[in-house]
């Protein structure tokens, strides 16, 4: 059965858990990326297998070189989601307008013009 990681799990293995969202983060973003290739990589044999690349490319990707997962990213495994986690994200709504209102206001024309 597929969890999320629950609430009491987190607060005790934190930087366990951190740690594993990253690498899941990461890992994700090679896929997305790599996707991009599909039937466009060739080798002496034809085309390259997709799943194949994307092995072979997330094995020379060191963990110093991983990047930090921005603030709200969801995993889409399930097993690396939080408890309060859903997928996909919902955009956050907007309370209220930022900045001022835009007020357009035409010029008064002159319709008789003088010469």
Same mark, same amino acid.
């Given at each position: 059965m597929?969890?999320?990681?629950?609430q009491?799990? $987190? %607060?005790?293995?934190?930087?366990?858990?951190?740690?594993?969202? &990253? !690498?899941?983060?990461?890992? /994700?973003?090679? &896929?997305?990326?790599?996707?991009? #290739?599909e039937?466009?990589?060739?080798?002496? #044999?034809?085309? !390259?297998? +997709?799943?194949?690349?994307?092995?072979? %490319?997330?094995?020379? +990707?060191?963990?110093?070189? $991983? /990047?930090?997962?921005? &603030?709200? *990213?969801? @995993?889409e495994? /399930?097993?690396?989601?939080? *408890?309060?986690?859903?997928? @996909?994200?919902?955009? @956050? %709504?907007?309370?209220k307008?930022k900045g001022?209102? !835009? !007020? %357009?206001?035409?010029k008064?024309?002159?319709?008789?013009? &003088?010469?």
């Amino acid at each position: 059965m597929i969890m999320s990681i629950s609430q009491e799990s $987190y %607060l005790d293995l934190k930087e366990y858990w951190d740690y594993q969202r &990253k !690498v899941e983060y990461n890992r /994700e973003q090679m &896929k997305k990326m790599a996707d991009q #290739f599909e039937s466009r990589i060739y080798n002496d #044999f034809g085309a !390259v297998n +997709i799943e194949q690349f994307k092995e072979k %490319l997330w094995s020379r +990707i060191e963990p110093e070189e $991983y /990047e930090d997962p921005p &603030k709200g *990213w969801v @995993p889409e495994d /399930e097993n690396y989601r939080l *408890w309060n986690e859903e997928y @996909p994200p919902k955009p @956050p %709504l907007l309370t209220k307008p930022k900045g001022r209102p !835009v !007020v %357009l206001r035409a010029k008064k024309l002159d319709t008789e013009s &003088k010469v």
